[in-house]
């Protein structure tokens, strides 16, 4: 991304132009008066005439009202009928145009010159016309609804808009004839947003309105202020009742404002968060991971409210909200895996899209087995004995005075173990006191692994007691306060029911933020003392609770919006690359109404709504209320690409250190809505907090893109800064140097998790790939590790494995199949390369595909492209058939999936391209004769030992068609010390019983040592490699198996299995070549045959593109190389992972912040379309990171690049 300067346009002009299109149809519900094009004026007059219809049959009803020809009720339903055949004859109207509109596009020529939006209109009443003023409804179903409804909304809100009914309302003329005529305006936007043609929201929560919703939002909303009117006609004398009637009246004048606003939330927004706050605030339940989920625990929860409210006991209410709200709090997600006695691996699991369980021995609390359901029956019995007990014994002994009796004295325990709680987990993370101060007990500077768990073992200790008095004593001691409660006693009124309800599951549920709620209760009895606090003693402790946690809450979320607001305003101004021309000028409107200013945030804290800065500007409006998790669609969404496969390995290492810091209190107070950012090398993790149970926690971990871009870069830079200053500081620091000097960044460092990552080292090669003392040595190299490779084949083929060059694994198979190994004709190359690119596909744990993404910058290997037309023949071809699973052939295997789209021409001569590509046409009919005869004239070979035959290799691989007297001359280039030696060491390890005569035997075999020489010298030649390598582009091209054309490279393509060996030999060379010239040479051939040992275990040596690196970062393989070529630098890089405990720096971002940058970029990019890859609000912010916020959000609107599904473990 090119960063541009401040004053870039917030929208370009074709965008400017559209939005001022769309803005006033939204405004109006739907008409559309500026259309950008001349129109005839019958356009607009049919749209007026439309808008106005429900307005004339509301004046025509009232009339007759007001002159007494007809009752109130009579006249509304006069007035509905009217619309309603209105409606059926639009639709009707609408269905017509849209037949006829078929007939004319199928006979009519399209003008390309046109624009796009022009409809060119013929009479009034044409198709054309029709269609542009009425599109008219996709489903049948909807076509009957809404005309209904349209008819049923005008009649109810006729009787509610009587002139009668307003004057009765207000007691003067004047006011009700004025908000008749602006309340009729409101109703005919509702209306022709139904049944006419319905407007685009600005408050649009789902991408695609697939079940036209829309048009229902608007009059649901009208109906939501006629029934408060009619609730107020029909229950008489309630002034509570009258009162919101009349704000109401005059709230429903500003309904329009508030739709062209986007404050109202759309229907199925509305419905999820509604349904959220009461779960959270009225029951005591917590935020879900899923809409499904969510849906199921409102209506359980629901229904244990019902049931308290009319079990007659109390003792038995006591028991079942006690055993019900420890239930309900717990991860009852785990009971179907409990269920299907599944087990499953760690890491199966978590490419399986469930959530993980680390291998055995598992940890308490990841999956629920014998141990959890012990634990938790223990605990649930110990509290329904407790609670049965205390309230028997001493619930009547309570005096109404809370100063004396024994609950005080558990008001008091409960005192002190919360400040006992709070202050071992304040010392827990990097600052204290919200951030402010760094914490001095927290490790500083260390990088040393083992360092940093030796110096936070006393933390560790406390971080323990912590988790004692979380998790046990904390729930038990609230349980007891409220089991001796005098409220339980009056459980039969609805709100001491459903208080008591929520309380006695918001303990364990969210044991923390009760544990403070309590607290606050407790100091209120406290301060009042004797005194009866008129209203509040009178609402139960659990009402109390109830408004405790929601003002809590609220006001916490006021602060945060507040701290956003005020970053982006002061920045704005003092970031020079964000001050814009009017920065000056918005802030002085901000100053001057700042009551205004805090109106909106107090307004956004109060409804749980998004803090919206307009395209990240200082200008504030209330987003609408939505869900915690802001996004519809489900969790695990990602736009996947290669490196993603770094974070789904680093997600089941990084998953067991956040629960143990979510355990001692590292990342501070876990409240679902919260973000979290990691930082390690160039990884980006971003961590989100789902729902928060007892014992129990779900996340969404998402990664990040690692090719950065400008924008990227700097914010990375600053969060680098912001984790430098709390982390590795020095080790005293004075009062000054302790504050916080980046408190007004939106993120805030909490603590360094130890978790199992790649480390990244890139080199350039320069003086080691280009140095001809080095590459003198690499073809003796390549001999020894052919020779080597060429004897470990043969002691696998004895021990029944398959040989693989791709990771290393053994797979084993008949021996007696492979003693008979011959050369085998290759299958088409292309349609090969196809079907094993297509498993690479199939095998990516992804949520869909690699092939949608490519990256030009990548400097170690070709990316994968978008899905292809050979990719389709090749699916073709293999059917439904299971693909098979066998060694591949690195340059035509897989690379035409990634370079299938591209001109080859553009890539030589460095692009690894296949065997069947460019290579001369070869008759494959003769060529099996010849090689055929071939193969049934070849010698036998006469072995001196037995143990030779063990050695022995493929007939095939001794065809070569290279002349004898070749051979000959390259035979003093064969290793033969070496070639001894590694045969000494393999021989052993066949037979337990060798012996030393054995051994000798082996070696002194001139037949064996003949055949292996042969082979290795036919693969040499096959590669062009028998004088010395002399160009690093000649190198290169081998290391990617473009190897260039020779005569007996046909052979060696035939032999897949020798290829293999053939070009992993190559590469381990290479890799010898690289540690030599870094390390220095090597000294004896232990050392050398140790290496290669070393190479086969525990390295993938091959390219970032193939499908072996990608599954050996999945298997975490201890390391992995690869040669790159940096076309624009014109050097060459190798680049080395490592797999190793790392430090991953992780800290809490503003959510208020996310939620409300998340809230413009849904509205820029969902309505305004603003979706211009260099607009202003996606530009770098190095205090709101703005631009890594953008790409946290969920597709499609963001775009990261790894996005796990909902985690849950535990918490304990």
């Known amino acids: 991304m090119v960063r541009m300067g401040p004053d870039v346009p917030l929208l370009n002009e074709y965008k400017q132009e559209f939005f001022w299109k769309r803005f006033p149809q939204t405004v109006l519900g739907g008409p559309r008066f500026k259309l950008g094009y001349c129109a005839p004026p019958y356009v607009y007059v049919n749209q007026a005439v439309l808008f106005l219809t429900p307005w004339l049959f509301g004046g025509i009803s009232t009339l007759l009202c007001q002159l007494q020809l007809l009752q109130e009720l009579h006249a509304a339903v006069l007035s509905g009928l009217l619309m309603f055949g209105v409606a059926a004859g639009v639709q009707a109207l609408a269905l017509y145009a849209v037949h006829r509109n078929v007939t004319v596009e199928r006979l009519g020529i399209n003008n390309i010159l046109a624009d796009e939006e022009e409809v060119e209109f013929t009479h009034c009443v044409s198709p054309e016309t029709v269609h542009f003023i009425a599109p008219g409804k996709r489903f049948g179903l909807n076509i009957v609804l809404h005309t209904v409804l349209a008819g049923v909304l005008c009649g109810f809100g006729t009787w509610y808009m009587f002139l009668s009914r307003l ?19 409101t109703l005919c936007i509702a209306e022709y947003s139904l049944i006419v043609n319905t407007a685009t929201e600005t408050a649009t929560f789902q991408a695609q309105d697939t079940y036209e919703i829309t048009p229902l939002t608007r009059p649901v909303y009208i109906f939501i202020f006629i029934s408060v009117d009619l609730a107020e006609r029909f229950s008489g004398t309630v002034p509570e009742l009258h009162l919101a009637s009349q704000i109401l009246h005059v709230l429903f004048l500003f309904l329009p404002l508030l739709w062209a606003l986007g404050m109202l939330p759309p229907l199925d927004a509305l419905l999820l968060w509604a349904m959220e706050q009461i779960l959270v605030f009225g029951l005591g339940g917590s935020p879900m991971s899923s809409n499904l989920r969510l849906l199921l625990m409102f209506g359980v929860s629901s229904g244990v409210a019902v049931c308290n409210y009319f079990i007659p006991s109390t003792m038995a209410l006591l028991l079942f909200s006690v055993s019900m709200g420890f239930l309900l709090s717990l991860d009852l997600s785990q009971t179907r895996i409990f269920c299907k006695g599944s087990s499953e691996t760690f890491k199966e699991q978590l490419c399986r899209g469930v959530s993980p369980v680390p291998p055995s021995p598992r940890p308490f609390g990841w999956t629920l087995g014998c141990r959890e359901i012990l634990l938790y029956l223990t605990l649930m019995l110990v509290a329904g004995v407790e609670a049965g007990l205390l309230h028997h014994f001493l619930g009547k002994a309570q005096s109404l005075s809370f100063a004396g009796g024994p609950q005080t004295l558990v008001g008091y325990l409960l005192f002190i173990v919360f400040c006992l709680s709070w202050a071992l987990g304040e010392v827990q993370g990097a600052y204290v006191f919200g951030g402010l101060f760094l914490n001095p007990f927290y490790p500083k500077g260390i990088s040393n692994i083992q360092t940093f768990k030796e110096r936070n073992m006393g933390l560790h200790m406390a971080a323990a007691l912590r988790r004692v008095l979380i998790n046990l004593v904390s729930p038990l001691a609230m349980l007891a306060f409220l089991a001796m409660d005098q409220s339980l006693l009056q459980l039969h009124m609805v709100s001491y029911s459903i208080g008591s309800t929520r309380a006695f599951r918001v303990m364990w549920q969210s044991t923390e933020e009760a544990l403070f709620h309590f607290v606050v209760v407790i100091l209120l009895r406290l301060v009042a003392g004797d005194n009866v606090l008129q209203g509040w003693d009178s609402l139960g402790t659990g009402i109390q609770l109830l408004l405790v946690g929601l003002l809590v809450d609220r006001l916490s979320q006021f602060l945060s919006k507040l701290k956003f607001s005020v970053t982006v305003l002061v920045t704005s101004w003092t970031e020079k690359k964000q001050r814009r021309q009017s920065a000056g000028t918005l802030l002085a409107l901000n100053a001057s109404l700042w009551p205004l200013l805090l109106a909106v945030v107090t307004l956004s804290a109060l409804l749980s709504a998004p803090l919206l800065p307009l395209f990240t500007l200082p200008i504030f409006l209330v987003g609408f209320p939505r869900p915690q998790r802001s996004w519809p669609g ?5 736009c996947p690409c290669p490196d993603s496969v770094f974070y789904q390995q680093m997600s089941a290492s990084l998953a067991s250190a956040l629960r143990m810091a979510f355990a001692r209190g590292s990342l501070g107070t876990l409240v679902p809505g919260s973000h979290f950012l990691g930082r390690f090398q160039d990884r980006m993790v971003w961590i989100m907090i789902l729902e928060r149970g007892y014992g129990y926690c779900t996340v969404n971990i998402k990664g990040l893109e690692l090719q950065e871009t400008s924008c990227h870069t700097v914010e990375a830079r600053r969060v680098d800064e912001v984790f430098e200053t709390a982390f590795e500081r020095p080790e005293h620091l004075g009062l000054t140097r302790g504050f916080n000097m980046h408190w007004g960044n939106a993120l805030t460092p909490c603590a360094a998790l130890t978790v199992r990552v790649y480390s990244d080292a890139r080199n350039v090669l320069s003086g080691i790939i280009d140095s001809h003392d080095n590459l003198k040595k690499l073809q003796n190299d390549f001999l020894k590790a052919l020779v080597w490779l060429l004897l470990r084949y043969c002691v696998q083929k004895h021990k029944g494995f398959f040989w693989s060059c791709d990771d290393g694994s053994d797979r084993r198979s008949q021996s007696s199949q492979l003693a008979h190994t011959t050369c085998v004709q290759p299958a088409e190359p292309a349609l090969q390369s196809n079907i094993s690119s297509l498993k690479f596909r199939q095998d990516s744990s992804s949520t869909t595909s690699f092939g949608d993404w490519s990256d030009g910058e990548d400097l ?17 071809h293999c059917g439904s058939a299971t693909l098979q699973q066998g060694a591949s052939l690195p340059g035509s295997v897989e690379m035409d999936s990634f370079f299938e789209n591209m001109a080859l021409s553009a890539l030589q001569p460095l692009q690894p391209l296949g065997l069947g590509i460019g290579l001369p046409a070869a008759d494959r009919g003769p060529h099996s004769e010849v090689f055929g005869e071939r193969l049934s004239s070849l010698p036998p070979l006469n072995f001196s030992c037995p143990q030779c035959d063990v050695f022995n290799l493929p007939s095939g691989w001794r065809t070569a068609p290279l ?15 070496w070639y001894r030696f590694a045969l000494g060491r393999f021989g052993p390890t066949v037979q337990s019983d060798t012996t030393e005569d054995m051994t000798k035997a082996l070696k002194e075999d001139e037949a064996l040592k003949e055949l292996h020489c042969q082979v290795t010298m036919s693969c040499l030649v096959s590669l062009g490699a028998e004088s010395a390598f002399t160009s690093p582009s000649y190198i290169y091209r081998l290391y990617c198996g473009d190897i260039p054309w020779t005569e007996s490279l046909d052979w060696l393509s035939s032999c897949k299995e ?26 004896s051939p232990e050392e050398l045959f140790s290496a290669l040992e070393e190479y086969e275990r525990d390295w993938y040596i091959g390219l970032v593109s193939e499908k072996g690196w990608h599954d050996s970062v999945l298997k975490e393989k201890p390391f992995l190389f690869s040669l790159g070529h940096d076309l624009t630098m014109g050097t060459y890089t190798g680049r080395v992972l490592s797999l190793q405990e790392q430090l991953v720096q992780v800290g809490r971002l503003n959510g208020e912040g996310v939620r409300g940058q998340w809230a413009n970029l849904s509205w820029e990019l969902l309505y305004a379309t603003n979706d211009d890859e260099e607009r202003y609000s996606i530009q770098a912010h190095p205090f709101l990171l703005r631009n890594l916020t953008v790409q946290a959000a969920d597709p499609p609107l963001g775009y990261p690049i790894y996005s796990s599904v909902p985690l849950h473990f535990p918490s304990f």
């Open 167 to 185: 004057a009765a309302l207000y007691n003067s003329i004047g006011a009700s004839l004025v908000i008749f005529v602006l309340s009729w305006v």
């Open 634 to 638: 489900p969790v695990g969404t990602a």
């Open 1058 to 1083: 020798l290829y293999q060996i053939a070009l992993q030999a190559f590469r381990f060379s290479f890799k010898l070549l690289f540690d030599q010239a870094s390390l220095g040479p090597m000294e």
């Open 860 to 876: 170690f290997g070709p990316q994968t492209t978008k899905r292809t037309v050979a990719l389709v023949t090749a699916e073709a």
């Open 963 to 977: 002349l004898p007297s070749r051979l000959q001359q390259l035979k003093p280039l064969f290793p033969e010390d």
